[in-house]
């Protein structure tokens, strides 16, 4: 095993990064290289957690300033996020 600095990481991956140069929705390009370079690090023998965003998909503050009632528009966007974490999921 290499040396690490860290050997238990948590990595927060933006849905806009997710998302690729379209801007919006999921790029199956994007989840492939991000789901290589993970399992690449985890080769090392660190451990990680992911955050995934959904702001590729819905943001909560963008349907609250359109009238929604905005902890309605906030569930949309942790769908958003269960829908961005499934992409990855199912990459690595």
Do not use: F
């Amino acid at each position: 095993m290499s040396q690490v600095k860290y050997h238990r990481i948590i990595l927060k991956i933006s849905g806009e990064a997710l998302a690729g140069e379209k801007g919006t929705g999921i790029d199956p390009t994007v989840i492939k290289k991000l789901a290589h370079e993970i399992k690449l690090v985890h080769d090392m023998g660190v451990q990680i957690g992911v955050v995934c965003g959904g702001g590729n998909m819905w943001r909560g503050e963008t349907g609250a300033k359109l009238g929604m009632e905005r902890a309605q528009a906030d569930y949309m966007g942790m769908l958003a996020t269960i829908m961005n974490g499934l992409a990855l999921q199912d990459g690595l």
